[in-house]
């Protein structure tokens, strides 16, 4: 007897779960918000001493070949940067 009550508490919190998942209600969405804002304030904060945009233009695609290109094709652009 005591298994069968475990199976269904186990099936019962999956069901509750999964609606969980399925409505997403309001206090979940600012939950999941909260703890996303949470990981960005303490995650790596890289601080870049300058910063490369590179142009990707038709005369580049002609020249290298359809983007995405090779890691090595996109550190030489940086590098000439």
């Known amino acids: 007897m005591n298994k ?3 199976t269904w508490a ?3 919190s999956v069901i509750i779960l999964l609606a969980l ?3 997403n209600p309001l206090p ?3 939950l999941q918000l909260k703890t996303f804002d ?3 304030k303490f995650g790596n904060n890289y601080l870049s001493k300058s910063l490369v ?3 990707i233009s038709d005369t580049s695609l002609n020249l290298y070949g359809q983007w995405p290109w090779k890691r ?3 550190g030489l652009a ?4």
């Open 4 to 6: 069968f009550t475990s």
């Open 10 to 12: 186990v099936v019962v």
């Open 21 to 23: 998942k399925v409505y």
């Open 28 to 30: 979940l969405q600012t």
């Open 38 to 40: 949470l990981y960005q």
């Open 53 to 55: 945009l590179v142009d």
């Open 72 to 74: 090595d094709q996109l």
């Open 78 to 81: 940086v590098i000439k940067a």
